[in-house]
Nanobody, 121 residues
Framework: QVQLVESGGGLVQAGGSLRLSCAAS????????MGWFRQAPGKEREFVAG????????YYAESVKGRFTISRDNAKNTVYLQMNSLKPEDTAVYYC??????????????WGQGTQVTVSS
């Protein structure tokens, strides 16, 4: 089992920044790929950003490329999502997830409880 706890959400004006953190406990953090997802009211959960076990392998949804940065600190068992140039359409509950990499396909088995991000116009 992996337990995930997100923090860092809040209310910010458009153009502002927030940094989300996700602290993991349980099994060996460095064995897992990590991802951030979000779900806005009335919409399905969508992928935002992912990072494999190595820091050098990151990937993003087109809607956040160039504005969001995912990173991880395996010594602290934590993954981060730096969000810059925030837009009202970024408003959502943000979830952290952990999964194993099966030959390039990541199956996210563990999820945090979510943290609310609200961007005002």
């Amino acid at each position: 089992q992996v337990q995930l706890v997100e923090s860092g959400g809040g209310l910010v004006q458009a153009g502002g920044s927030l940094r989300l953190s996700c602290a993991a406990s349980g099994r060996t953090f460095s064995n897992y790929a990590m991802g951030w997802f979000r779900q806005a009211p009335g919409k399905e959960r969508e992928f935002v950003a992912g990072i494999r076990r190595s820091d050098s392998n990151t990937y993003y949804a087109e809607s956040v490329k160039g504005r969001f940065t995912i990173s991880r600190d395996n010594a602290k068992n934590t993954v981060y999502l730096q969000m810059n140039s925030l837009k009202p359409e970024d408003t959502a509950v943000y979830y952290c997830a952990a999964g194993l990499d099966y030959s390039g396909r990541i199956l996210y088995d563990y999820w945090g409880q979510g943290t609310q991000v609200t961007v005002s116009s």
